[in-house]
């Protein structure tokens, strides 16, 4: 099935509403609102997006479903409501880490180490999906916000965003994400300290300089028109070789670059064969658009 049928085929469009019953969820609404574009929106707005027992299932399930889905090339993330999200749940994270008061240190030791790790798995989920996923931030994006768009791709905001690392406020060390990738995108480790010990807001107009957003929006509606646009254009993309660049970007970033190169090299000598490429060489050279098979 190529992206042109995929447009012209009304067949293959009922297919598709049928297949998003895979993406029905309590805190996340998922459409598909361009071909081979899935928008993810956090979809609690009524308290402010906040991540609880749900959230933190539902995300992993929904990114397990988007690695696995062919008519998904790329993907936006946004927050419904007032603003992207106010992090974890006050209210259930208390109740989830209670646990039994009977149980000894071990014991209670043991149960937080498997809830932390299920925490992680969430965000994990979005950097191992090999479609490349785009955040796209409005007004807040508080303590688990950051480490959900630090495992993200690409990151927008609009100009009334801001970026909070609240964990210190509440007492912990942020534990699922932040401080294990937000120091490779800043590049600025003191930055990144300084908002970690203090918990002080960064704006938007700081968010771009150090490298953490890399376009600012005016509003909302123009932020996710645009991101939706380099969705699709992520999206008419050869699959094998975005998909391809994904992988080997997340590597790269955590091993050597002569283990990164052994790795694209053992990478690509199966992938260039890949129909893609004749396809994309034909295209450019006869300047018409190329059509690639579902990945
Ligand atoms: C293993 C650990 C894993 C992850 C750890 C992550 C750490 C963090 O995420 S730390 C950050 C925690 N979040 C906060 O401290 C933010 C708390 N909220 C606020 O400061 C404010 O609500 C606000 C985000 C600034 C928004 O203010 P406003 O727009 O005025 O709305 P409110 O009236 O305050 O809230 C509306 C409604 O939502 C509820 N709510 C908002 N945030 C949370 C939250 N984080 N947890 C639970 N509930 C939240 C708020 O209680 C209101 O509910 P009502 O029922 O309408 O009263």
Redesign the pocket.
């Known amino acids: 099935m190529t992206t042109r049928a995929m447009t012209t085929d009304p067949s293959t469009q009922a297919a598709n509403s049928t297949d998003m019953e895979n993406y029905t969820f309590e805190t996340l609404k998922v459409t598909r609102p361009k071909d081979f574009v899935l928008h993810v929106e956090l979809n609690r707005p009524?308290?402010?997006n906040?991540?609880?027992e749900a959230f933190w299932r539902e995300l992993v399930e929904c990114f397990q479903a988007i690695s696995v889905d062919k008519d998904c090339r790329a993907v936006v993330v946004s927050g419904a409501g007032?603003?992207f999200?106010?992090?974890?749940?006050?209210?259930?994270?208390a109740s989830i880490?209670a646990g039994d008061p009977e149980d000894d240190v071990s014991r209670k030791a043991t149960r937080l180490h498997g809830?932390?790790q299920h925490?992680?798995e969430s965000f994990t989920s979005i950097e191992k999906c090999p479609k490349p996923v785009i955040a796209a931030v409005h007004n807040?994006c508080?303590?688990?916000?950051v480490?959900l768009i630090s495992a993200c791709d690409i990151r927008y905001c609009t100009q009334d965003a801001w970026f909070?690392i609240?964990?210190v406020?509440?007492g912990?060390a942020?534990?699922?994400g932040t401080l294990q990738r937000l120091p490779k995108i800043v590049g600025n480790d003191s930055l990144v300290r300084e908002l970690a010990y203090t918990a002080r807001k960064m704006m938007s107009d700081e968010a771009w300089q150090c490298g953490l957003v890399s376009r600012i929006f005016p509003d909302k509606e123009s932020m996710v028109t645009s991101a939706l646009d380099v969705a699709a254009l992520i999206a008419s993309k050869s699959p094998v070789a975005v998909q391809g660049s994904k992988v080997n970007l997340v590597y790269s970033r955590d091993h050597s670059v002569d283990e990164s190169l052994r790795y694209i090299a053992a990478w690509n000598q199966c992938m260039l064969q890949s129909d893609d490429l004749v396809k994309a060489v034909t295209a450019a050279i006869e300047k018409t658009p190329p059509v690639f098979s579902k990945l």
């Open positions: 009524e308290k402010r906040s991540m609880n007032k603003m999200t106010s992090g974890i749940d006050l209210m259930s994270a880490m809830l932390i925490f992680q807040a508080i303590g688990g916000g480490d909070q609240k964990e406020d509440i912990l942020a534990d699922v």
